[in-house]
């Protein structure tokens, strides 16, 4: 069985990095983009991360819907950067559904995972427990601020403490 510290990831940067880093962490994987009217939850995003220690937030831009994202990924960099102050690590553009769907995703919502279907558009959140297992699904308009969301970050926090 996959999990996710079984990738091999390429960074907005260009780097290649292995998520088995994460092993022992909760990863919050949310696809984003820059253009979305969505977008302003990159700040809830910061601030889940700065506020719950031991919490990854992963950011992946997609430019599949509505072409929302259609920067290089400099030009997404500085973005996240100066318009939101984003630290979190970042993802180079990456494909999350279609023929062309980043083995990632593949993982998280294709065939065989209990999240299966294909992504609604930007800002889907997907929360991974800290042994790296799919733990939920969060549909694009669930808001980093939402209770649903920040309780079920809260146990995998937890978990990670045992």
């Given at each position: 069985?996959?999990?996710l510290?079984?990738?091999i ?6 780097r290649?990095?292995?998520?088995a880093?994460w ?7 949310v696809?984003v ?7 302003p939850q ?5 601030t ?12 992946v831009?997609c ?5 929302q994202?259609p920067?290089?990924?400099?030009q997404i ?7 939101y ?5 970042m993802?180079?553009k990456?494909?999350v ?7 990632l ?15 609604e558009w930007?800002?889907?959140k997907f929360l ?5 297992h799919?733990r939920?699904r969060?549909?694009p308009?669930?808001t980093p ?7 079920a970050i809260a146990?995998?926090?937890?978990e990670q403490a045992s």
């Amino acid at each position: 069985m996959t999990i996710l510290h079984n990738f091999i990831l390429r960074t907005l940067d260009g780097r290649d990095i292995s998520a088995a880093q994460w092993a022992g962490y909760p990863v919050l994987i949310v696809n984003v983009a820059s253009e979305c009217g969505l977008t302003p939850q990159y700040q809830g995003l910061q601030t889940l991360y700065d506020t719950h220690p031991g919490l990854i937030v992963l950011g992946v831009p997609c430019n599949q819907f509505g072409g929302q994202e259609p920067g290089s990924e400099a030009q997404i960099q500085q973005f996240c950067t100066q318009e939101y102050g984003i630290s979190f690590p970042m993802l180079a553009k990456t494909e999350v559904n279609g023929s062309n769907r980043h083995p990632l995703y593949e993982w998280l919502a294709g065939e065989g995972s209990p999240f299966a279907g294909d992504i609604e558009w930007n800002f889907a959140k997907f929360l991974i427990d800290v042994q790296g297992h799919r733990r939920a699904r969060f549909h694009p308009q669930i808001t980093p601020e939402d209770p649903s969301l920040r309780q079920a970050i809260a146990q995998a926090l937890s978990e990670q403490a045992s």
